[in-house]
């Protein structure tokens, strides 16, 4: 027998192979100890904000938690195989970021690249943040991550009553006055540097300061704040100190601020996660904590009614100034993906096509907020979908509600509180946006579910990362096979080319009653695409479906704040897409023009009748003004010359209206018809977008393939005996070998000098073979009479038993299941069994292994 490594493994390891996590007590309190990468990220907040680092900080301290974990065997959840896989899906995004999605402006950017790299910034350091929550259980202590996450809560709520007293207060940070001048003044630079405490909206009918501090925007401040309320509560009310006095005096504080931001994601969070702690509390049987918490709820509610609080909730929710808006930019940012690149998404936001009211609206120096936000900034649901497709929003919300239901059972105060904090975050997904300092939190409460659930099979994240590795031939063909099958696919489909004439449009009335319908360009689109149109495209084009297949064909779009209109129309043949486009442009004007002339000639017509109406008009007031002039004694009468006064008045209006309308009339007559003219010439393009999409979504989908394939297949063809400590990564080391006698028995040196090794790690379970195996069952059996005798059972520990050519996945399905009873597998005993040994075996004892 061969013995390897029997030295003893930490005694706090009762899950995977992870440390158990440290008390409060046993934590150390020093601003360096342990965990001081998420300490200074979270206790300087107020410093960072003044220095401009507020959101950068968070990436700086990725770097020594980075560094940490490679220093350690870094376990992970079950499910988390699904994020990984997010992260990669989501660098997909990258081959799709200049392509133009349905109802989007169309064309090119370089600062996509920079917003894709920002967003994916984020998930890296939430995952970055999980992953150290989860594997810092020795050395930080859950209550001290907590509290550090309460103490954010703290300076949120003094960043918002900040900015409800000082609503203006804002002032250039340190790195706003180091940066350059090009740099800093950048919009999105902006709004990550220069500290404010509110926004000045007036969507309520007055001015009203929504708290923001130290975010940019009051949506940010109300997603972070539901975030961190729960871990505020819960771990700042642990234990008879000052901070429960901070929890009895700052959380009343906070009503004002968190009703002030007008926020009703956040108002709408807040309540389910008081829901959902009440029935928490309710099933855990505490009556006492459940008829506080009851009592607490009615006594807010009893104070926002009888407060002015409540009448600017009322204010707020008879507003709903933002619904329209919302729904509109989710509803297309589902369609266009749907439309244009249901897999992969679109890499990145798009701007809008108009303003879902005009095709032709967009921002002015007059109307600054006249264009909507981009698509997919209007909640995290639908950034997701529309940056990843349905595919990664699936495994991104996949993620995060499997982790959250994993740890339902458990009711601990920090547990609950994660868990509210979960609630917050899938509350307010269709809504708000976490692709910031936010997202950490989220992330952090996510590790926190997972260290404090004693149920939580953890794994070395090697054991995800390996089996593509050895597989990546595998992985490598199936991708190129799904990129291959996504060329195919779009070779079947057409490929049009795009043809676009732009035309000029003059204001000429097309009614005769003025103002009866003003001049604009969706109006004027309708016109464009109207059947007689059609009919002419259809006709000049030779297409089989007629003025039907013309509409399909043609798309309508305008330049903002201009009078240009496009008309687009695509064929797959060269010639055909010119054609329908000129034949588009010159029918619609020519329409344009008949119906102009004829407006021009019933206003003209409707001119005259009024002109001669007042013509007479005049010659009937003119009569009575001469044979009524006073003269004589009546002109001593005060009402005659009064009387006579107002009629010569009359007259001179009327003969003024019949000199307007006169001069009207002749204008109109003189008047040469210009109903507008083409602007530039055709042009054509023939867009490679389908092409990108076609090869990302199916090169994605092949990886996607080949990482299961490689997942599915790598336990079943590995062998124990090839190195299994390091090739297989099962979390127990291999503790010992022993060998098999030609009749297929043991030893008895070498089963004594297992069973020593047995007794080295006890105190001892048990021994747990692979049932799969008959030479291990043996095996574990015999070693378990032979330690029969003074051998301390009491403890946690056991030893696995399998042979050298048993499969790693039944090891690691017992390793779980070990793990699972609260048992702590600590060494793996391999008994070397070849097919010679197995025939020799079965030859001589007629049994199978």
Request: proline letters at 6%; a neutral charge.
């Amino acid at each position: 027998m061969s013995i390897d490594s029997p030295a003893r493994p930490d005694v706090r390891s009762p899950r995977g192979g992870a440390p158990e996590p440290v008390t409060d007590e046993e934590a150390p309190t020093a601003l360096l100890a342990p965990g001081w990468p998420l300490t200074i990220a979270f206790v300087g907040i107020p410093l960072w904000w003044v220095l401009g680092l507020f959101q950068v900080v968070f990436f700086l301290a990725c770097i020594p938690m980075v560094i940490q974990l490679a220093q350690r065997r870094v376990m992970v959840p079950r499910g988390f195989g699904t994020w990984l896989l997010f992260l990669v899906w989501v660098i997909g995004g990258v081959f799709v970021l200049q392509v133009d999605a349905p109802a989007t402006i169309p064309g090119e950017g370089a600062s996509r690249y920079f917003t894709f790299g920002y967003r994916y910034g984020w998930y890296l350091a939430a995952t970055i943040a999980f992953l150290y929550t989860v594997n810092m259980r020795a050395e930080l202590s859950t209550l001290r991550i907590s509290r550090a996450i309460g103490w954010m809560f703290v300076m949120l709520a003094s960043g918002g009553i900040l900015g409800l007293l000082v609503p203006t207060l804002e002032f250039p940070s340190v790195a706003e006055l180091l940066l350059p001048g090009a740099i800093a003044n950048n919009g999105f630079v902006q709004s990550l540097i220069h500290p404010q405490v509110a926004q000045l909206q007036d969507f309520l009918g007055y001015v009203e300061p929504r708290p923001s501090a130290p975010f940019a925007y009051a949506n940010q401040w109300g997603i972070a704040t539901a975030a961190t309320i729960p871990h505020f509560v819960a771990s700042w009310w642990v234990g008879n100190t000052w901070r429960r006095w901070v929890v009895i005096i700052g959380l009343p504080l906070a009503i004002f601020p968190i009703v002030g931001s007008l926020n009703r994601g956040m108002w709408g969070a807040l309540v389910m996660m008081t829901l959902f702690v009440i029935v928490k509390v309710a099933l855990t049987g505490r009556l006492q904590v459940l008829w506080a918490s009851l009592v607490v709820v009615i006594l807010i509610g009893a104070a926002l009614v009888v407060s002015p609080l409540g009448d600017l909730i009322l204010d707020r929710l008879n507003t709903p100034h933002s619904n329209e808006g919302r729904a509109n930019l989710s509803t297309q940012a589902v369609v266009s993906t749907w439309q244009g690149s249901p897999f992969v998404g679109y890499g990145s936001t798009r701007d809008v096509q108009g303003n879902f009211n005009s095709i032709a609206t967009g921002s002015s120096a007059l109307c600054p907020n006249c264009s909507p936000p981009p698509l997919g900034t209007q909640g995290q649901l639908w950034q997701v979908v529309f940056a990843t497709g349905f595919v990664g929003a699936a495994l991104y919300v996949g993620f995060i509600v499997g982790q959250f239901f994993r740890s339902l059972r458990r009711s601990t105060v920090i547990m609950v509180a994660a868990q509210a904090s979960t609630v917050a975050a899938l509350v307010t997904m269709p809504v708000y946006t976490v692709i910031h300092p936010a997202i950490v939190v989220i992330f952090i409460s996510l590790g926190l579910l997972v260290r404090e659930n004693p149920g939580a099979h953890l794994r070395p994240l090697n054991s995800l990362i390996v089996p593509p590795r050895r597989n990546v031939a595998t992985v490598l063909v199936l991708t190129v096979v799904g990129a291959l099958a996504g060329a195919g696919l779009q070779l079947t489909k057409e490929r049009p080319y795009a043809a676009t004439q732009s035309v000029l449009l003059s204001t000429t009335s097309l009614v005769n009653a003025p103002q009866a319908r003003p001049f604009t360009l969706d109006t004027e689109a309708q016109l464009a695409t109207s059947r007689v149109v059609l009919d002419a495209v259809a006709q000049a084009t030779g297409i089989p479906g007629g003025a039907d297949e013309a509409r399909e064909r043609i798309l309508i779009t305008a330049e903002p704040n201009t009078r240009i209109l496009n008309l687009t129309f695509s064929h797959p043949d060269r010639e055909a897409a010119v054609a329908g486009a000129r034949e588009g442009a010159n029918r619609y004007l020519d329409l344009r023009l008949s119906m102009a002339e004829e407006a021009s000639s019933e206003r003209a017509e409707d001119l005259q009748n009024y002109q001669e109406a007042l013509a007479e008009s005049v010659s009937l007031t003119s009569g009575v003004v001469e044979t009524d002039e006073p003269t004589g004694p009546e002109a001593e009468d005060e009402e005659e010359p009064l009387v006579f006064g107002a009629l010569q008045g009359t007259l001179i209006d009327l003969r003024r209206e019949y000199a307007q309308v006169s001069s009207t009339w002749l204008g109109l007559r003189r008047e040469s018809i210009n109903p507008g003219q083409e602007f530039n010439d055709v042009t054509v393009t023939r867009s490679q977008d389908p092409w990108f999409v076609y090869l990302t979504s199916g090169a994605m989908l092949g990886l996607f393939a080949g990482l299961l394939v490689a997942r599915a297949t790598d336990g079943r063809r590995d062998r124990l005996g090839q190195d299994p400590a390091e090739r297989l990564d099962l979390g127990v080391p291999v503790v010992g070998r022993v060998g098999v006698t030609a009749s297929g028995g043991f030893a008895a040196a070498e089963l004594e000098e297992a069973a020593w090794v047995a007794r080295t790690y006890t105190p001892l379970a048990g021994i747990f073979p692979v049932t799969t195996s008959m030479v291990a069952v043996d095996l574990a059996e015999q070693l378990d009479g032979a330690l029969r005798g003074p051998v301390d059972r009491r403890g946690e520990r056991v030893l696995l038993v399998a042979t050298s050519d048993s499969a790693a996945r039944p090891v690691r399905r017992l390793y779980r299941e070990a793990t699972a009873m609260g048992l702590q597998p600590v060494g793996l005993l391999l008994v070397d069994w070849s097919e010679r040994t197995a025939e020799a075996s079965t030859a001589s004892r007629g049994r199978t292994p």
